[in-house]
Structures are given as C-alpha cells and as structure tokens.
C-alpha cells in the first residue's frame, strides 16, 4: 500500500485547509484510516480515524467539531478538512492504513502503512 497525502500549506489563524490522501496497492475499501501528526520536538499524536466504510469516525478531543474525516471508496482518497485552524495545529500531518481490524484504533502501532507527510502551519 502506497500512501499518499497533499493539501498542506501555510494558512492564518481561523482559516481553513483540506488535506487529501491518495492510496494504491490494495483494496482502498478493506483498510481504515487514520490521520496523525507531529509538531517538532513532540511525539506523533492520533487527529482522527475513519471506518471502511465512512460511517464511523473518531476524534481527538482537541479537533472535535473543527476537523472532519471523510472518505472517497470510489477514488481511493481520504480526506481531512480542517476548520477554524489554531497555531497549535501546526505539524507535519500524516495519513494511515490499518489493514488489520475494522475496529478504529488511535495508536501509531495499530497502522500497517504510512505516508511521507505533508507540513501544516498556521500562523497568528
């Protein structure tokens, strides 16, 4: 499985961006999804995760009602819009597979594949 994510950038305060996660090598459909992240100087942290079929997610307490997660089977795509953006977002993002359970996970160890990341950074 080969991950691949885009949409980063440079954004004030209050604005919004959409990230997007490009997948291959194996049925799109048959893997949950999760988005991390990590700002520098800290450990990679859980942002959200995604059923296979998109009708349950989670969330980490900090991005509840600001972040959503969503998924395009038929494009093998998912998704991460980010809403009323913090200077705390700011990280280098990164989209996974877990090709494993069905169950959503929040720990890094629960995915199998992993993409190269995509910086975010919302400034004040």
């Known amino acids: 499985v080969k991950l691949v994510e885009s949409g980063g950038g440079l954004v004030q305060a209050g604005g919004s961006l959409r990230l997007s996660c490009a997948a291959s090598g194996r049925t799109f459909s048959s893997y949950v999804m999760g988005w991390f992240r990590q700002a520098p100087g800290k450990e990679r942290e859980f942002v959200a995760a995604?059923?296979?079929?998109?009708?349950?997610?989670d969330y980490t307490d900090s991005v509840k009602g600001r972040f959503t997660i969503s998924r395009d089977n038929a494009k093998n795509t998912a998704f991460l819009q980010m809403n009323s953006l913090k200077t705390e977002d700011t990280a280098v993002y990164y989209c996974?597979?877990?090709?494993?359970?069905?169950?959503?996970?929040?720990?890094?160890?629960?995915?199998?594949?992993w993409g190269q990341g995509t910086q975010v950074t919302v400034s004040s």
């Open positions: 996974a597979a877990d090709l494993r359970r069905s169950a959503l996970v929040i720990m890094r160890s629960g995915y199998d594949y």
């Open positions: 995604i059923s296979r079929s998109g009708s349950i997610t």
